[in-house]
């Protein structure tokens, strides 16, 4: 069975852009979750999907705003992007009878 | 709300020897408590995992303990090798989760050669 893939894995921005990640979750996981790791910081929370629904959100700005389509893939929107908002962003998938979330390799966005 | 800690934040130790870090939880209704693995520029990868009707769970050189009383848990890894060294997380399904895992500051474990 195919892992969680994300893409693009790299990416460089300028402050004021938008910006696009995309997450596949495993065959068959209806939840995706959606995180930003910072250097030297735990995993932040930003929203979790589960048949194109959103179930809950984080603490983050409205720039931050995510979907889910009807093949359970996903994607997570930044708009007007800050210097701060440089990360690794991380998708992970759960679902069937599973309480893990298996992670996908990230997006290192990088904003200058 | 829920709340997890880990200690130390930090731990080196010399290659062979054993590792443990510990977990606490402030409010956990979950009988599931992962631990996860994440190396540089990669994801977290799940290493081990214990449901709290069961108090210890092996698997080769990794070991996880669980206490659900005192609320915490705790990761050993004997005879550490190379490969070890990695951030190690221990989130936690909180009362009020609402699917959210939470997850505490990580333990960065350093092997010493």
């Known amino acids: 069975k195919a892992g969680v893939t994300q893409t693009p894995r790299y990416l460089i921005k300028t402050r004021g852009q938008q910006v696009t990640l995309s997450c596949s979750p495993i065959s068959g996981h209806r939840s995706v979750s959606w995180y930003q790791q910072t250097p030297g910081q735990g995993l932040q929370f930003l929203f979790e999907y589960f048949s194109e629904t959103q179930r809950n959100k984080g603490n983050f700005p409205g720039r931050f705003s995510g979907r889910q389509f009807s093949n359970s893939r996903s994607e997570m929107n930044v708009s007007t992007l800050e210097l701060g908002d440089s990360a690794l962003y991380l998708c992970?998938?759960?679902?069937?009878?599973?309480?893990?979330?298996?992670f996908g390799p990230g997006t290192r966005l990088t904003v200058l | 709300g829920e709340n997890v800690e880990q200690h130390p934040s930090t731990l080196s130790v010399q290659e062979g020897d054993s590792a443990v870090i510990k977990c606490t939880y402030s409010?956990?209704?979950?009988?599931?408590f992962p631990w996860y693995k994440q190396e540089l520029g990669k994801g977290p990868q799940l290493i081990i995992d214990i449901r709290s009707n069961v108090g210890e769970k092996k698997d080769q050189r990794i070991a996880v303990t669980l206490n659900k009383t005192a609320k915490h848990f705790s990761l050993h890894i004997t005879e550490t090798q190379p490969e070890d060294s990695a951030v190690y997380f221990c989130p936690s399904w909180g009362k009020d989760s609402n699917y959210q895992l939470i997850w505490g500051a990580g333990t960065k474990l350093i092997i010493k050669p």
């Open positions: 992970a998938s759960f679902g069937g009878r599973s309480d893990t979330q298996y």
């Open positions: 409010d956990s209704a979950s009988n599931y």
